[in-house]
């Protein structure tokens, strides 16, 4: 997978020395409790471990789980994911929609600085520039802080939508520029 850079951040494959802060991460109600159907904390070191795992074996082309890293500090400050969505259904595990979410999940000590807006941005344009068409974003209708970073990298709101994660949910989207015409 492709390392990103921004400013102030580097967006980097997750290592399995990162289970203590995805851990710290996910077991905080405050990040959870707008993530899942319903929502739980992570309780064992382990669940982080496994989450890792699996994010490293993401096997696709486009697709991908990034760790973010402050670059002044080297800190980890949260996640930031490129991923199919699941659509709504009566069958476990959901389907796979076809639509591409992107997701961000950051530790409340790195809120408020802009890290998730300049992450996500980084994210939509290695997403357009590696040939995806519309990435689509779903938060809770509660989750403020989540839907303002949407608005911020510049996706545009649908409305409401129980169309992914059997669950109602604000959505929104972007959509890869338009190449310019030719003569
Ligand atoms: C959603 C979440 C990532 C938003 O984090 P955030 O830090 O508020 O978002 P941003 O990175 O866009 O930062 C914007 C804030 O930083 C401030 N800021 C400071 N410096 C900034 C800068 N250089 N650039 C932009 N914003 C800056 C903005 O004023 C804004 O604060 P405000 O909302 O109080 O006005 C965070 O709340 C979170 O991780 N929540 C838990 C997980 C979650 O719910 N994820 C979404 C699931 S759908």
Not at 103 to 109: A, C, T, V
Not at 163 to 168: E, I, V
């Amino acid at each position: 997978m492709q390392t990103l850079e921004t400013d102030r951040l580097v967006l980097r494959p997750w290592e399995p020395e990162d289970a203590g802060f995805a851990f710290d991460l996910y077991s905080r109600w405050e990040v959870q409790r707008f993530i899942g159907n319903p929502p739980r904390v992570m309780t064992e070191r382990a669940e982080a471990e496994e989450r890792i795992g699996a994010w490293r074996q993401l096997d696709d082309p486009v697709h991908a789980v990034w760790a973010v890293q402050l670059k002044d500090s080297g800190q980890l400050a949260g996640n930031l994911l490129l991923k199919s969505i699941p659509a709504s259904g009566r069958s476990l595990p959901l389907q796979p929609s076809g639509d591409t979410e992107i997701g961000w999940h950051f530790h409340p000590d790195h809120w408020g600085h802009g890290y998730a807006s300049e992450a996500g941005t980084a994210v939509l344009r290695y997403a357009f520039a590696s040939g995806l068409r519309r990435v689509v974003a779903v938060t809770a209708p509660a989750n403020a802080a989540s839907r303002k970073v949407c608005g911020r990298i510049g996706m545009r709101h649908l409305g409401q939508t129980t169309q992914y994660y059997n669950a109602l949910c604000e959505l929104f989207e972007a959509t890869a520029p338009q190449p310019p015409l030719l003569d």
